[in-house]
């Protein structure tokens, strides 16, 4: 170990494994935005495909895998391309829903819930899913948007690799600019891959995490009212 640790600070890379493995574990996330470098998209998909797919060969090869054999042979590619194109499209802004304001007097100043939203992400420290459901809600300032844009606001944010705490952060502040309104509340209740099917494999524990702004941070009714409307059974 620590020869290893010599040789990659001649080569200029000095990490401190220990500290690296504790944030990891602890899933402590460091900031709200997603850590993206400058130049993130200055390659093209198809570029970032191709040469993800090479070092994922050369991942499964080091593990031992024998690549010839015809049900491994396409695995590279295969989750090159889900990478780039599906479980991370997120990151690239292009992939952004666009957002439409539609006037409805009616619902002035009225809340509008839409709950158990299904999303699938991945946690950044172990790169295995996250999945749970979002419970959205704002008040309606006379304008509204579609519904279906909120189920892509949470996908949209969903596929990057994540924390659930930045996640939730993230839906909450896009639907504060999509909506034009302070007053927004989500809910994310989620399993972690990574926390029931490795390290201290509990398979039956849930993360809930919350964002309350506007009304609903000073406000107790509406966040009662809130709460209330995402336990009731359908
Ligand atoms: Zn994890």
Redesign the pocket.
Known sequence: MKQKETLLSTMGINISRTSFEDL?EE?VGTSLETPLREDAFEMDDDLKVELIEKHFREIMHIMGLDLSDDSLKGTPHRVAKMYVKEVFSGLNPKNKPATKLFENKYKYNQMLVEKDITFYSH?E??F?PIYGRAHVAYISTGEVIGLSKINRIVQYYSKRPQVQERLTMQIGNELKEAVGTEDVAVIMDAY?M?VSSRGVNDTNSSTVTSFFSGKFESDEQSRNEFLKYISLKK
Request: hydrophobic content about 10%; aromatic content about 0%; proline content about 0%.
């Open positions: 990891g899933h946690c420290h172990h295995v972690h990574c």
